[in-house]
């Protein structure tokens, strides 16, 4: 498993936090999802065999937020 560090935009309540660990968690080959509102990023754990950081970000942006 890879890990990797996502900042993330545009969070501004716990709900976000929530949609968020969900729609990542929700992606195939995404192990774990930590999101944190304070830090504004995420800490996922991912199979690089199934799915890339890329992948991770764009899932975030279409759900509204910004990640980089
Ligand atoms: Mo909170 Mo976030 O009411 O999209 S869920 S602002």
Redesign the pocket.
């Known amino acids: 498993m890879e890990t990797t560090e996502i900042k993330i935009d545009?969070?501004?309540?716990?709900?976000?936090?929530?949609?968020i660990r969900g729609v990542l968690e929700a992606l195939p080959g995404v192990c774990s999802a930590e999101v944190s509102l304070a830090g504004a990023c995420a800490k996922v754990g991912f199979d690089a065999a199934k799915v890339d950081r890329a992948a991770l970000c764009a899932a975030i942006e279409d759900?509204?937020?910004d990640a980089a």
């Open positions: 545009g969070m501004s309540c716990q709900g976000c936090v929530n949609n759900a509204g937020f």
